[in-house]
């Protein structure tokens, strides 16, 4: 009895010091990885999985479409200003990675009269949408990719632009996935982010779904990624240029946004 009651104390210690220090819990969890750290306690708005420092955010799910589909999300967050920032040629290949239900893929689309947006997702009712809505407006460059949650399926060296809005802060496996995303580049091809501005507390999006460029800057850096410019012109967003270097020269530049 006595060895059974010493096992339940140093059982409930254990515990204790666990829930009470997630540090603990984030060493425990990665002691095979040091890329990310799981923790017990964490927000709960995020899936308690830590990158760089920063607890990746949840998933919104496909029951959420309309929310991306919103009237007011022209004046709240201008996407047709985030469309023209992209400086974009008819011959361009896009990939439009967390598509949703393909918002920015459709306004992207009549601009590639020789080029063609690749709509990446990981939920296939997502990309169903986005067919509903190509027989609809009858679009035909638009292409359909469902991604798993490492892997965004695109084809090595055959994107020109990658565009990710309000999205990168939920990928489950953001390192892996961007250096997918990086082998698909064409060399000098770019990667747009666009985020909630995280440094700016007055700005109503919780917290996990905001992001600093310091932040960005760092994680993109971690794969290779060249920060070229931010465009501060978006009510509530940042507008984040990186590129991949096409040069031995180019690699070698500091990202400093």
Same mark, same amino acid.
């Given at each position: 009895? $006595?060895?059974?009651? /010493?096992?339940?104390?140093?059982?409930?210690? #254990?515990?204790?010091?666990?829930? @009470?220090?997630? *540090?603990?819990?984030?060493?425990?969890? *990665? $002691?095979? $990885?040091?890329?990310?750290?799981?923790?017990?306690? /964490?927000?709960?708005?995020?899936?308690?999985?830590?990158? +760089?420092?920063?607890?990746?955010?949840?998933? +919104?799910?496909?029951?959420?479409?309309?929310?991306?589909? =919103?009237?007011?999300?022209?004046?709240?967050?201008?996407?047709?200003?985030?469309?023209?920032?992209?400086?974009?040629?008819?011959?361009?290949?896009? &990939?439009?990675?967390?598509?949703? *239900?393909?918002?920015?893929?459709?306004? #992207?689309?009549?601009?590639?009269?020789?080029?063609?947006?690749? &709509?990446?997702?990981?939920?296939?009712? +997502?990309? %169903?949408?986005?067919?509903?809505?190509?027989? %609809?407006?009858?679009? *035909?460059?638009?292409?359909?990719?469902?991604?798993? @949650?490492?892997?965004?399926?695109?084809?090595?060296?055959?994107?020109?632009?990658?565009?990710?809005?309000?999205?990168?802060?939920?990928?489950?496996?953001?390192?892996?996935?961007?250096?997918?995303?990086?082998?698909?580049?064409?060399?000098?091809?770019?990667?747009?982010?666009?985020?909630? =501005?995280? %440094?700016?507390?007055? #700005?109503?999006?919780?917290?996990?779904?905001? +992001?600093?460029?310091?932040?960005?800057?760092?994680?993109?850096?971690?794969?290779? @990624?060249?920060?070229?410019?931010?465009?501060?012109? !978006?009510?509530?967003?940042? !507008?984040?240029?990186? %590129?991949?270097?096409?040069?031995?020269? $180019? =690699?070698?530049?500091?990202?400093?946004?």
């Amino acid at each position: 009895m $006595s060895n059974f009651l /010493h096992f339940i104390v140093t059982f409930f210690v #254990i515990l204790s010091c666990l829930l @009470l220090n997630p *540090t603990l819990t984030a060493q425990a969890a *990665t $002691s095979s $990885s040091t890329v990310y750290q799981q923790r017990l306690i /964490h927000s709960p708005d995020g899936i308690g999985k830590y990158y +760089m420092g920063r607890e990746i955010a949840k998933v +919104m799910g496909y029951t959420g479409a309309g929310w991306l589909e =919103r009237p007011s999300r022209e004046p709240e967050e201008q996407p047709s200003k985030v469309v023209s920032l992209l400086n974009l040629k008819p011959n361009d290949v896009v &990939a439009d990675i967390g598509a949703g *239900t393909g918002y920015f893929s459709f306004r #992207i689309a009549p601009l590639l009269t020789a080029g063609k947006v690749l &709509a990446v997702d990981v939920q296939p009712e +997502m990309l %169903e949408l986005i067919e509903l809505f190509k027989k %609809e407006k009858n679009i *035909t460059n638009i292409e359909p990719i469902l991604a798993t @949650l490492t892997d965004p399926n695109l084809p090595p060296n055959s994107v020109d632009l990658v565009l990710m809005v309000d999205a990168y802060h939920e990928l489950e496996y953001p390192q892996e996935v961007m250096q997918v995303i990086v082998k698909g580049l064409k060399p000098g091809g770019r990667v747009v982010l666009v985020e909630y =501005r995280g %440094e700016n507390p007055f #700005i109503m999006i919780k917290g996990l779904h905001k +992001m600093t460029q310091k932040q960005v800057s760092k994680e993109m850096q971690a794969v290779g @990624l060249v920060w070229r410019e931010t465009k501060n012109l !978006l009510p509530q967003q940042h !507008l984040m240029v990186f %590129e991949k270097p096409n040069s031995s020269a $180019s =690699r070698l530049r500091k990202i400093h946004p």
